[in-house]
């Protein structure tokens, strides 16, 4: 359905993703403004000039913020072609456009990165016409807690600014809008050889752009069998020789398990159908369209000529590449809605796509609380049955999961060869029970628990947000890291060690020549609070702290805090309040620096409260103001020149 004014009519969302949240946000505006009547692309911060912004009705933006405040990967390029000193004060004159937010309230600097770019927008000449709106994954009902009311006012608001022709109404939502892309079976002899499923995770060979094919050479659990939690020290081994730093990740793309395929082939009616050749075609609307002219793909790389070599087939799609025990978001029902013959389904179905805030509630009743997946979801609504050609355009992609990496300094190298990198994780194996009494598990914590040493996988080495300066690393620091949240300050821990070793060498070598030495580091203490509820069952990586504090390479001492280990529950934060004089001298007195990391949840938040307490002990009530204040505005002032960093998930 067009009208007329489609040419005058375009708008245009670019989102800023890490994880994939912001992309599934703005895929579900693009929807909402095609029902509109828009000409709508969709696609990445990155792929669009900003110079090209002007030419469409509208635009939307949709950035989540990582790290310290900055934007995801896919729209850095974009954000630093906005702050070219050159671009005059009516660059981006005639831009309409709104935002809209994803962040994390734990975060210091929550929303930090949309919050940016609409003061840049500002200040070039684009007018906001509509007010942007903010999400906070600690809302308790997380994303659509905050973007259904915006998205419904910001429709309400389009229909009057962008008023339709006369006798041209909004497709309705009970409408289908067609796919972009769909699945067509190869015709015989287009492709080359016969494809044999894979049995087995043990080689990963998808052709993911910008990976690194990883070997996995440990996955050793280090919490006893009958601990409540399964943790995993996870080493993995490169042939090439990478460079990487403390606070980096690993992004690892898991893969699905076979039996979970099996399922949902079956359920499908798609079992004749699995393994036979097929390929991504624009669907029947955009048949006429050029190639520059078509959205991108559901997984761009598999339409590349390149890609295309390798007989794909529904059975692979599947288990590598689509991710079926997603929690659904409010979109998936909406468009399997439509796939439903049995009337009452699709009623329970369109449910849960309504705005209201009494089915937004039942929504997360039913999806978020107990983590229940999209397979799931399809077995309870059994009348639905998608088309194959559909699949990707209903079932989300397979996402990299991101992992702080437990290594720094000897630790990166391979043992025994002179060529390579190491990369080492601590990785809480996601598993536990739920309100409905159903045993959950994350879907690549899974896929790794299963991985036998010698397996490969595909992984994204990506940089971190806590980017510690040299200065940082080998001067006065705190370290605090309950659980699995130790292992990025490991890895500081391990680079200091290596950074002050090469210095020692370097000027005994030095010495030895009679000659002085340039070394002028500035070396401090640092001070490792470790959290955990036992110290016989999760004190992960004691042995290597002892060394290095009867070593004495680094000044080291560790503070910590198991909560079950006694009958009152002691936590980081206890630790610092006990501690008072340590953490003034190293963070106050010696202008240190803190490095946070962990659960996202309430921890950051009280370990910061602490600090201030403790800073507060060094301020004075004067005409300044009152102690409390001065405390607060010292660790406020931390963070604006990097001197506290929180990296939590």
């Known amino acids: 359905m067009t009208t007329e004014s489609d040419e005058s009519r375009t708008a245009l969302i670019l989102y800023g993703s890490e994880t994939g949240n912001a992309q599934e946000v ?92 609409h003061k840049r927008l500002s200040q070039l000449g684009a007018n906001e016409i509509y007010p942007g709106g903010e999400a906070d ?64 995770f043990e080689v990963d060979s998808r052709p993911i752009p910008d990976t690194l094919t990883a070997t996995l050479t440990l996955n050793k659990r280090v919490t006893p069998e009958n601990h409540w939690q399964d943790v995993r020290h996870i080493c993995l ?11 980096d990740m690993i992004s690892i793309t898991p893969r ?12 499908m009616d798609w079992t004749e159908v699995a393994d036979k050749p097929v390929s991504f075609v624009p669907g029947t609307a955009l048949r006429n369209k050029t190639l520059d002219e078509l959205p991108p793909a559901p997984i761009p790389y598999l339409v590349s000529s390149k890609a295309a070599s ?102 990166k190298r391979v043992p025994g060869q002179p060529e390579g990198t190491k990369f080492e994780l601590l990785i809480a194996i996601v598993k536990y029970r739920t309100v409905i009494k159903k045993i959950r598990q994350g879907v690549c914590t899974r896929y790794l628990s299963a991985l036998e040493p010698g397996s490969t996988l595909k992984v994204h080495l990506q940089r971190g947000g806590l980017n510690p300066t040299l200065e940082q690393l080998t001067g006065p620091s705190v370290l605090v890291g309950p659980g699995t949240g130790v292992a990025p300050l490991r890895a500081m ?24 030495s340039t070394s002028n580091l ?4 640092t001070l490792l609070v470790f959290g955990g509820r036992n110290r016989a069952a999760d004190f992960f990586f004691e042995d290597e702290w002892k060394r290095f504090e009867q070593e004495g390479i680094i000044s080291l001492e560790v503070l910590t805090a198991f909560s079950r280990d006694q009958k009152e529950k002691v ?69 604006k020149v990097g001197r506290y960093k929180q990296e939590t998930w």
């Open 256 to 267: 699905n398990f076979s039996i979970d395929v099996d399922i949902l082939l079956k359920l």
């Open 137 to 200: 994954q600690q809302h308790p009902e997380g994303l659509e807690g905050t973007f259904l009311p915006w998205a419904t006012e910001l429709r309400k608001f389009l229909l009057e600014k962008y008023p339709l022709p006369s006798g041209v109404q909004p497709i309705p939502d009970d409408v289908h809008l067609p796919p972009k892309w769909i699945l067509e079976e190869v015709r015989a002899g287009s492709s080359s050889g016969t494809y044999i499923p894979a049995t087995s």
């Open 26 to 117: 703005a895929e579900e505006l693009g929807r909402t403004a095609e029902r509109l009547h828009f000409v709508t692309h969709v696609g990445e911060c990155d792929s669009i000039k900003a110079e090209s912004l002007p030419s469409y009705s509208l635009v939307i933006f949709v950035v989540s913020t990582t790290g310290q405040g900055d934007f995801p990967l896919n729209g850095r390029a974009f954000w630093k072609s906005l702050l070219l000193k050159r671009l005059s004060a009516d660059f981006l004159s005639g831009v309409n456009y709104t935002q809209f937010g994803l962040g994390d309230s734990s975060y210091p600097k929550f929303n930090w990165a949309a919050r940016k770019l």
């Open 237 to 247: 081994t490169t042939p090439e020789t990478v460079s990487y730093s403390p606070g």
């Open 522 to 525: 500035n070396i401090g203490s």
């Open 310 to 411: 390798s007989p794909l087939t529904l059975r692979i799609l599947l288990t590598d590449y689509l991710d079926i025990r997603a929690i659904p978001r409010r979109s998936f029902f909406a468009n399997v809605a439509h796939y439903s013959t049995d009337e009452m389904h699709k009623e329970r179905l369109l449910e849960f796509t309504n705005p209201d805030p009494e089915f937004v509630d039942d929504l997360w009743d039913y999806t978020t609380r107990p983590r229940r997946s999209i397979l799931e979801v399809l077995q309870e609504f059994d009348s639905v049955k998608i088309p194959w050609q559909h699949a990707a355009s209903v079932l989300p992609v397979l996402r990299g999961r991101q992992f702080s990496i437990a290594s720094g300094g000897e630790l």
């Open 571 to 639: 936590y980081v934060q206890d630790r610092i309040r006990q501690n008072v004089d340590k953490f003034l001298k190293l963070l106050y007195q010696q202008t240190g620096s803190a490095f946070i990391c962990g659960s996202s949840g309430r921890m950051p938040e009280t370990v910061r409260e602490a600090l201030v307490e403790c800073f507060e002990q060094a301020c004075s009530s004067d005409e300044d103001g009152s102690a409390r204040q001065q405390a607060e505005q010292y660790l406020v002032n931390m963070e």
């Open 493 to 516: 821990i391990w680079e200091k060690a290596a950074i002050i070793k090469a210095s020692n060498e370097e000027a005994a070598a030095a010495a030895a020549e009679e000659e002085d």
